[in-house]
């Protein structure tokens, strides 16, 4: 299921990047909401190729990560409980009036659910970045500089250690259909361009390569410490 998700995520990560090349920012417009939440309306070529950006990065991890690190940790029930709580959180959230308690405790799960999996992606996303051009240590950085800005604990992982791989800078004034939010900013490079968006998709291919491996690895070798552990009868 993270496969087909992440593979959905940089197919329209890369078309949207491609169409803003081409000139075509009403088409990237109506692509926005496959990736984000963002009001398109309000965003010329820069602001789509930024939002695009830090959705590709973000949703790599809550998308694409954590689905493989749940599925792999507890098994199909691990990952249904994952993709409910992913759900209710994106469908609720915290800033639904009518379910204001309800919205938060989803959050707050989601939260919970992400955070091993979002480090995970964040330390994929350091160890690869020279598969995009990018430095290792820039993204390191990043993370250590500016994660702990973001209001999300897990996004700001997943986001600043992309903006630093991809050597850029994200964050910033961010239009959501309940209104503008000032973003802190990500990483110390330049503005993400339309161009980037398909070294966005490479980055995210690889990361959830590199996590998948990781996590079967790990797994494996809890495995067999608890086989070797085992009292024999």
């Known amino acids: 299921m993270g496969g087909r998700r992440g593979a959905g995520l940089r197919t329209v ?10 000139g075509d920012v009403t088409a990237a417009r109506t692509l926005l909401p496959s990736l984000c939440g963002r009001d398109p309306s309000v ?5 789509l190729a930024r939002a695009a950006t830090e959705s590709v990065a973000e949703n790599t991890s809550d998308a694409a990560v954590a689905p493989l690190f749940w599925g792999a940790v507890a098994g199909l029930p691990g990952l249904l409980a994952y993709r409910a709580a992913n759900t209710l959180d994106a469908m609720v959230g915290y800033r639904n009036d009518r379910y204001t308690e309800f919205g938060w405790a989803a959050a707050r799960l989601d939260d919970v659910l992400n955070y091993v999996p979002a480090r995970l992606a964040g330390a994929v996303t350091v160890a ?14 990043a993370w250590r500089n500016d994660a702990r ?6 996004a700001g992982v997943a986001e600043a250690t992309a903006a630093g791989a991809l050597g850029l800078q994200l ?3 961010t239009q959501y259909a309940h209104g503008v939010e000032l ?9 993400p361009e339309p161009r980037d968006l398909a070294r966005a998709a ?3 291919l690889a990361v959830e390569l590199g996590a998948l491996a990781a996590t079967a690895l790990c797994v494996r070798t ?12």
């Open 13 to 22: 990560g890369a078309t949207l990047g491609a169409d803003l090349e081409r």
């Open 43 to 47: 965003l010329e070529c820069a602001g």
């Open 128 to 141: 690869l970045a020279p598969t995009v051009g990018g430095a290792p240590s820039d993204a390191l950085r």
């Open 149 to 154: 800005k973001h209001p999300s604990p897990n």
């Open 171 to 173: 964050g910033g004034r």
């Open 183 to 191: 973003r802190p900013t990500l990483g110390d490079g330049r503005a």
């Open 202 to 204: 490479r980055l995210s």
């Open 222 to 233: 809890g495995r067999r410490a608890w086989r070797r552990a085992r009292p024999r009868g």
